[in-house]
């Protein structure tokens, strides 16, 4: 499974690595753990070892879909994403806007540095 968590309690934050390949059933499998367990408040997910093929704007959708749904297990926080290349920054960023149309209760932002997002999580 090219996808990995860390957590960091004190920060409130998982960190989600992903690695080759991001197949739509990979992350939803992810965020279904996450979920069913305690999820932390902040996460952040590490997409700059990404390569091959990517999930489709329609999965992205589908994924925020999902989280709407469980929105109760975390009321608050906030979701970094963090993209090397453009393509994985524009879709980035269309999760964003869906993150927007569904009106989750916490922000999604699309970073290109690490620092950015470790910065803008820890902010508040």
């Given amino acids: ?4 968590a860390s957590y960091e ?3 409130d934050l998982t960190v989600f690595t992903a690695a080759g390949e991001l197949t739509y059933e990979e992350q939803l499998a992810a965020l279904q753990e996450f979920y069913d367990g305690n999820p932390t408040a902040n996460v952040l997910w590490d997409f700059r070892s990404i390569k091959g093929n990517r ?7 589908k994924i925020i879909v999902f989280i709407k749904r469980r929105e109760s297990k975390r009321p608050h926080g906030k979701t970094a994403l963090v993209a090397r290349t453009d ?5 980035s960023r269309v999760s964003q806007a869906y993150a927007d149309i569904h009106e989750l209760p916490w922000q999604i932002r699309a970073f290109r540095s ?5 910065m803008w999580i820890e902010e508040g």
């Fill in 87 to 91: 393509l994985d920054f524009g879709l």
């Fill in 55 to 61: 999930i489709t704007t329609e999965e992205l959708n």
């Fill in 114 to 118: 690490m620092d950015e997002a470790l």
């Fill in 1 to 4: 499974m090219p996808i990995t």
């Fill in 9 to 11: 309690r004190s920060g």
